[in-house]
């Protein structure tokens, strides 16, 4: 929010220019955001007094004027208004003064006449947009003396990001006014406990609220005999220095107490409350589904029954808390209004404010939780300056209050205080500071009973009152300590340093990872064949696709393949998070992983093989040389029945991999041959080892031999490569797949073999390699090509 410093000073009373006053509250309320110096009428624009007119002899439509600028200087200047007259005092820009429109006054010759100066509008002067005819100032202006003395004085504006927490109360310059004081260490000299209703009640006016947790208070007040203008200067200077648009002297003053009080205040014409009679009438209602109502700026919103209005009992008047109806506002000819002053539902104002997308200074400041008690000072303000801007009559007031706030203890611990703070407070400070901000302290023997007051809606624990005494107090006062206690490092959270060494080996082999909601749809659950794993659901899901809580990352792996098939041939993607499923009345939850293997079209028969080589290589990174691939595993629904294998260490199945069944495919309209792995993260960190082998590099060269073979059907490669590695003991140093035909279910296996101690002859190789051929014949009885 934007604030003057002109009007801050006004009500705090500080004597520290706008830079240490922006220090004061960065360091101890506030974060300020922003400083600009505006406005200021210049020096060379000063009081004159109109002594003679005359016409111009060359020019109907300009005149000629003596013009007494003091110090016995009498200053010939032509003029084109015809709104002045002989013993006016009016603003003289002398020559060689720049406007603040950038327009250099010089002396000039203007038909033949002489003109020393310019008789200035107020659009000239910087101060509105008014050029209808010269500016008149007061008969008490001095002749001869600056023009900013009387008005349009230079000004700096502060802008404070004020956080949610502080915005019942800081969202106006007396909020911030108090602040200023309290951190000054002076005390808040503005009467606002003065500021109570007059006891006059209405006769033309009624209120009735339906929904009283939606309004809480609503103050009505009716004004007549008003005449609608422009607002003076001086507050029109203060709105166009907050960014708000002065309108006319009704809607400004509204808008001007919100300003100093934060209480948002609206103003209806009283002839569009009246229903059949002279009786004025006010109901805040629910919305009806479908109802619909023209604003102020002429948008046309659609409304549902969770929306706030007000109305006259029949129509529409504007929508509470957020912006006023288009057909009930003020208009130059009004001369009776309704003023509302009330107090909304900060959640229900939030949400109707989001669904519409309306963001108005109302809305602001009602979402954040105003107190109710702070409408009736507004109210009480702003009749108090109708009846001087506007020339108002107060008529009466309604107010409807049914459940009262009042200010609330809070027992303070002054011990408390100071071993939370790190600091001894003298209790006499602590009271003042208490006191500045606007609580009251009563000491007893080592505590406080404090008062809080309304508007202080944040502090409701001696922490929160804790923490004032501290910022206020000033935090560099605080003597910073060496701790008494050993320090400790955190202890290591294994699992989140795992996963995070599981995500970079992924990245390293090619993947991308992926990042999903924790929610899935009926339809997914059905599709993946999850209907009879039990799901938690959520209560108001934000649509259809985020019912359930997911049990598996499947269903949303296969929409981001789905999704990536539309740019991309081929891919490797992961996703590691948690599930969710009910456990004797207990969420269970479980840390997973999910990878993901697409190929071009010309390579889909090698999906799966791709997928089980980089899930070998992951385990291979983290240290497990031993998994094993089964496949006496039951297969999955989602998955395609012969291409399914468990994975398994040390005999605990820690996950499963698999090609995705096509009729799942299809449903997900992918046309592309899919490989998942899915793999528990917390069994895969138990069988990780926690400490590295070394194993030194063989000093003697490897050997290697293919072997191509066709396999009967039921024979799993695993089968192969362990019978390999028994057979050639300790002289084979690695197996690998390197070719694989489906038709016919051809493989080709390259055998790696050495020794530690010894160069292998050709004759101790071929040896090998007759055992191995024939063992796979005899026991496996697979067929090798020769």
């Known amino acids: 929010m934007k604030y003057s410093f002109n009007w801050l000073k006004e009500l705090s009373g500080t004597k520290n220019s706008p830079e240490k006053v922006v220090e004061f509250l960065t360091m101890r309320a506030m974060e300020v955001e922003g400083v600009e110096k505006i406005g200021g009428i210049p020096d060379g624009v000063v009081v004159g007094k109109i002594l003679e007119i005359k016409k111009h002899p060359n020019a109907d439509k300009l005149q000629i004027t003596k013009i007494d600028v003091g110090a016995n200087n009498y200053l010939p200047i032509v003029c084109g208004a015809w709104n002045i007259n002989v013993g006016d005092m009016v603003p003289v820009a002398l020559a060689g003064t720049k406007l603040p429109n950038n327009m250099e006054i010089k002396a000039a010759e203007i038909r033949g006449e002489k003109s020393h100066g310019m008789l200035?509008?107020?659009?000239?002067?910087?101060?509105?947009?008014?050029?209808?005819?010269?500016?008149?100032?007061?008969?008490?202006?001095?002749?001869?003396?600056?023009?900013?003395?009387?008005?349009?004085?230079?000004?700096?504006?502060?802008?404070?990001?004020?956080?949610?927490?502080?915005?019942?109360?800081?969202?106006?310059?007396?909020?911030?006014?108090?602040?200023?004081?309290?951190?000054?260490?002076?005390?808040?000299?503005?009467?606002?406990?003065?500021?109570?209703?007059?006891?006059?009640?209405?006769?033309?006016l009624s209120v009735k609220i339906e929904d009283k947790k939606l309004c809480p208070r609503y103050i009505g007040a009716v004004m007549t005999d008003v005449k609608i203008q422009s607002s003076p200067l001086w507050m029109q200077e203060r709105l166009k220095a907050c960014g708000i648009k002065a309108i006319n002297n009704v809607v400004d003053a509204t808008n001007y107490v919100m300003l100093e009080l934060g209480s948002p205040l609206h103003a209806f014409d009283a002839d569009k409350l009246k229903v059949k009679s002279e009786k004025l009438n006010i109901v805040v209602r629910r919305a009806k589904n479908k109802e619909k109502l023209t604003l102020l700026d002429d948008s046309q919103i659609e409304l549902n029954n969770s929306d706030l209005l007000i109305t006259n009992g029949a129509t529409p008047l504007a929508l509470a808390g957020i912006m006023g109806g288009k057909d009930s506002g003020i208009s130059d000819t009004t001369k009776t209004i309704v003023i509302e002053a009330a107090n909304f539902n900060a959640v229900n104002i939030r949400r109707t404010r989001t669904r519409l997308n309306i963001k108005t200074e109302s809305s602001d400041r009602f979402e954040k939780d105003l107190d109710p008690n702070l409408a009736e000072k507004a109210m009480t303000r702003i009749i108090e300056i109708l009846e001087h801007t506007a020339d108002a009559k107060l008529e009466g007031i309604v107010d409807v209050y049914p459940n009262k706030i009042k200010p609330w203890k809070i027992n303070l611990d002054l011990n408390y205080v100071n071993n939370l703070l790190g600091e001894n407070v003298p209790t006499k400070e602590i009271k003042k500071i208490l006191a500045a901000l606007g609580i009251s302290a009563t000491i007893q023997p080592y505590k406080a009973v404090c008062v809080i007051s309304t508007f202080r809606v944040d502090i409701k624990t001696p922490e929160e009152l804790i923490e004032e005494i501290g910022r206020v107090w000033g935090y560099e006062k605080i003597k910073p300590q060496a701790l008494i206690e050993p320090v400790e490092p955190a202890k290591i959270n294994e699992q989140v340093f795992f996963e995070r060494k599981v995500k970079n080996i992924l990245v390293g082999l090619g993947f991308d990872e992926m990042y999903n909601y924790s929610f899935y749809s009926r339809r997914d659950t059905e599709i993946?064949?999850?209907?009879?794993?039990?799901?938690?659901?959520?209560?108001?899901?934000?649509?259809?696709?985020?019912?359930?809580?997911?049990?598996?990352?499947?269903?949303?792996?296969?929409?981001?393949?789905?999704?990536?098939?539309?740019?991309?041939?081929?891919?490797?993607?992961?996703?590691?998070?948690?599930?969710?499923?009910?456990?004797?009345n207990k969420v269970e939850e479980k840390r997973m992983l999910v990878m993901t293997t697409v190929l071009e079209k010309d390579k889909s028969t090698e999906t799966f093989f791709h997928l089980k080589g980089a899930s070998e290589d992951l385990l291979e990174h983290l240290g497990i040389n031993d998994a094993n691939f089964n496949l006496d595993i039951k297969c999955p629904s989602v998955a395609h029945s012969g291409r399914t294998a468990g994975i398994r260490i040390n005999n605990e199945n820690i996950g499963i991999i698999a090609e995705i069944n096509p009729t799942v495919l299809a449903k997900y309209k992918i046309k592309n041959r899919v490989a998942i792995c899915e793999i528990d993260l917390e069994k895969l960190l138990a069988e990780t080892p926690k400490t590295k082998t070394y194993q030194s590099i063989g000093k003697f060269p490897t050997v290697t031999r293919d072997i191509s073979m066709i396999v009967p059907e039921g024979i799993a490669y695993a089968q192969i490569k362990n019978l390999v590695q028994k057979t050639g003991g300790d002289l084979i140093h690695d197996v690998q797949l390197f070719d694989y035909f489906e038709a016919k279910k051809s493989l080709a296996i390259r055998i790696s073999l050495s020794a530690q101690d010894r160069t292998l002859a050709s004759g101790e190789v071929d040896e090998v390699m007759r055992k191995i051929v024939l063992k796979l014949e005899k026991e496996l009885r697979v067929e090798v090509r020769k």
């Open 120 to 204: 200035c509008a107020e659009d000239e002067l910087g101060l509105g947009k008014d050029h209808g005819g010269i500016l008149i100032l007061s008969k008490n202006a001095k002749v001869g003396e600056k023009v900013s003395k009387y008005l349009g004085s230079s000004d700096t504006v502060i802008e404070i990001k004020v956080l949610p927490d502080r915005a019942h109360d800081a969202l106006s310059h007396v909020g911030v006014a108090r602040e200023i004081t309290a951190l000054e260490n002076k005390k808040f000299d503005y009467d606002f406990d003065g500021l109570k209703l007059p006891g006059k009640k209405s006769k033309v």
């Open 528 to 584: 993946c064949g999850l209907n009879d794993v039990k799901h938690y659901e959520l209560a108001n899901p934000m649509n259809p696709e985020q019912e359930l809580v997911r049990a598996s990352l499947v269903p949303n792996i296969l929409k981001d393949v789905r999704q990536n098939l539309k740019y991309f041939q081929s891919f490797d993607i992961f996703e590691i998070g948690r599930v969710y499923y009910p456990n004797n």
